[in-house]
């Protein structure tokens, strides 16, 4: 008579593949024999195979968050392999690395590798490689390099550390910060951007810009839809048709119609009702500074063209060398204000559930 108690082969389905050696995988996991990135690349090809992480926690050892980081950091690997990298940081991250490299899968190939070779040349440890690759991405998201700073992973995280310097009131807390982005800072012009703070130490610091009044669409029911009015009974067939035809385009339902002329319909809000002169214009979050935030999208501004005079918690609408720009002004300016910015609107959030399946998108 046979045992019937299952035992950790029995939990783990049993591939069709002929050329996956179950055995052979768990045993090298259990064993942990090769490097590192082997180990993601077993985990990788049995998950993909069928077999539940907790199966193969089981038989291995290996805790389902570890599963990940391997699974991950190798991929990660993999990428910059292919991006290219010297013979030192090759060595260095078959070695070890996965929690450093997971890290790095917030990042383009590209921004990898050159991510990878920096944290090498500087010895980084974890929480240093986590701060770099987030300043990173931040840094990704400008369309035009700030003043000073160059296309390069220190000065990216040298940038990050320079804003939030420049914003920090508490001396102590200012000095910190500002030997944070020097130990980061790679360009000579990116130091003396950081330097610069060095002298304003005892002058106050310099007030932040206000934050923008933003919105967001959030239900279904919040998105208006505008519909043409062809009058009111008795009606004839020519009045039906003069009724103009039109589209609604893009995430704000703008309506186009007699050549260049569009319309977009807003909620009831109160700060829409009370505007006396409201204008509509369409931009990227890119286009309004540091202070935007947030994911990069198009948003919408509506300004209030009535409103024209300056207030210090503002943002205004103004002409700069023919093209119309969104400032704020610290103080009283004599430049002509064209309406003040009373609401920026994001467009409604689309939720893709196939994203929380790929493991670039799992966070910890």
């Known amino acids: 008579m046979t045992d019937s108690s299952p035992g950790y082969e029995d939990r783990i389905p049993q591939s069709a593949e002929a050329s996956l050696n179950v055995e052979d995988l768990l045993q090298k996991l259990r064993r942990k024999e090769g490097t590192w990135v082997e180990w993601g690349q077993a985990c990788t090809t049995l998950q993909k195979a069928g077999h539940n992480p907790q199966a193969i926690f089981e038989a291995t050892g290996f805790e389902p968050i570890q599963q990940n980081q391997v699974m991950v950091g190798a991929q990660v690997f993999t990428s910059i392999v292919n991006a290219g990298m010297s013979d030192e940081v090759r060595s260095h991250f078959t070695r070890k690395g996965s929690d450093i490299l997971y890290e790095l899968r917030i990042l383009a190939q590209a921004e990898r590798a050159t991510a990878a070779e920096f944290i090498v040349a500087k010895s980084l440890d974890l929480d240093n490689s986590r701060d770099l690759a987030r300043a990173m991405k931040e840094y990704s998201r400008y369309r035009t390099l700030p003043a000073g700073f160059e296309n ?27 030997a944070r982005g020097l130990m980061f800072a790679n360009s000579q012009t990116a130091r003396q951007q950081i330097e610069q703070l060095l002298t304003q130490g005892l002058s106050p610091a310099q007030r932040p810009a206000p934050n923008w009044p933003f919105y967001r669409l959030e239900a279904d029911e919040g998105l208006p839809r505008l519909i043409p009015v062809a009058g009111q009974f008795p009606l004839a067939q020519a009045d039906l048709k003069e009724v103009p035809i039109f589209e609604e385009t893009g995430p704000f ?33 890119s286009q ?30 103004v002409e700069q060398s023919g093209q119309l720009e969104f400032h704020w002004f610290e103080q009283a300016t004599d430049v002509p204000l ?20 790929d493991l670039w998108q799992i966070d910890e």
């Open 253 to 285: 339902n703008i309506v186009k119609y007699a050549g260049n002329q569009a319309w977009v319909c807003l909620p009831g809000w109160q700060v829409v009702s009370k505007a006396e002169d409201p204008v509509a214009i369409i931009c990227h979050t």
């Open 152 to 178: 390069h992973p220190g000065d990216a995280a040298a940038y990050h550390y320079w804003k939030l310097a420049k914003q920090q009131a508490d001396l102590q807390e200012r000095s910190r910060l500002i």
């Open 338 to 357: 064209l309406g003040r910015v009373i609401l920026v609107l994001r467009p409604k959030k689309i939720i893709d559930e196939g994203l929380s399946k």
């Open 288 to 317: 309004l500074g540091e202070k935007a935030g947030g994911k990069p999208e198009d948003v919408l501004v509506l300004i209030d063209r009535s409103q024209r005079k300056w207030e210090d918690n503002s943002y205004f609408l």
